[in-house]
Structures are given as C-alpha cells and as structure tokens.
C-alpha cells in the first residue's frame, strides 16, 4: 500500500481539516482505504497522517526490520572468528542431523 508513493500520490492524499467539519468524514475514510494513507491539512500545513491498520503495521515492520538490519550490520563489524561456530559442530551441539533439516518446513518472509 504504501509501497509505490509517488508526488502525485501525495498530491492526492492532501485533505483539509475543514472537510471534515463539513460532516465529509465517510468520503474521507473510503478515500483512506483506497490510498492507504491521507495527510490532514491546517491552516496549510500538515497537521496529522492517517493511516490505515495495515498501511500502518507495515510501516512498524519496515521499521522494526530496519532495526534488525543495523543491529546485524553492528554485530557483523565488530565479530571476529571466534565469535562464530561452524554449522557441524551447531548441529552436533543442538542434536541435529541432516534427516531433521530435511524432514522441516521453511517458511520465508
């Protein structure tokens, strides 16, 4: 949803406050589920986002993925050799073998 923002996208998802004085609250809302999101305008000026739920739960997940990624890149920079274990001796310590890898559903996000 909030995937392909474009200027124009923007351009279209500007809403004065006074709409919504004038009872527009409805039309407003099924605009939001059409774009994903609205930017509320006072006076000019950008007073409030809305958001869908799911334009927003996708927002917290870009963020928190952003995140996991710094604190990866973070760990990543200050590892050395010995801060890392071969996948044998991982398996061996967690009483893995190779048949329970393959007999294990993947899931990938």
């Not at 004038?22 to 409030?48: D, M, Q, Y």
């Amino acid at each position: 949803m909030l995937d392909n923002i474009s200027i124009s996208n923007i351009m279209n998802s500007l809403v004065p406050i006074s709409r919504f004085n004038k009872g527009e609250a409805n039309k407003i809302f099924e605009e939001l589920r059409e774009t994903g999101f609205k930017i509320v305008l006072k006076n000019n000026s950008p007073a409030c986002i809305l958001l869908t739920p799911e334009a927003y739960d996708q927002m917290l997940e870009t963020i928190e993925n952003y995140r996991l990624f710094i604190e990866a890149e973070k760990r990543m920079s200050s590892a050395t050799a010995e801060d890392f274990i071969a996948a044998d001796k991982a398996m061996q310590e967690l009483g893995i073998n190779d048949a329970d890898l393959k007999d294990t559903d993947v899931e990938l996000e």
